[in-house]
């Protein structure tokens, strides 16, 4: 079941971006990720309209939203390929016509998922916080 984000949720979500951002950026330091938990916690997803996806009692995924863009997307990492990711993005298309979001182009996993949503590739970047290069992406139905 996918339902707006509450406070209540913080925890498990912090521990999801976390444990996902780990696994999906092995070439982003892993202390340099920790030290952004405080910012996910009090700036960005307050920021954001986030949406959770949950099932029996714990939440397994999420999508934060912050002016038409996919600003986070994240699935635990036991609970991936089970369609949750999708099911998150369908949400964040229900409710923006168009949206932008940015991946790592070292992560071809999310490349590929962004890509089977109906994301294209605009253009290369590089991303401010980490000097790695990143794709920016959008979404127009």
């Not at 999801?16 to 892993?30: K, M």
């Not at 253009?123 to 401010?128: F, K, M, V």
């Amino acid at each position: 079941m996918i339902r707006a984000f509450t406070h209540n949720d913080m925890d498990q979500v912090i521990t999801i971006w976390l444990e996902a951002s780990i696994q999906s950026h092995p070439f982003i330091d892993r202390e340099f990720l920790e030290s952004k938990t405080d910012e996910m916690r009090e700036v960005y997803i307050p920021s954001s309209d986030t949406y959770v996806y949950e099932g029996e009692g714990e939440v397994h995924g999420f999508v934060s939203l912050h002016q038409g863009s996919v600003a986070a997307i994240f699935v635990a990492p036991d609970m991936q390929r089970k369609g949750i990711g999708k099911k998150l993005m369908d949400k964040a298309k229900e409710l923006h016509n168009n949206l932008t979001l940015t991946v790592y182009k070292n992560n071809p996993s999310s490349i590929e998922f962004y890509k089977s949503c109906g994301f294209t590739i605009v253009q290369e970047q590089t991303n401010p916080h980490t000097g790695h290069p990143e794709l920016l992406m959008q979404f127009s139905s």
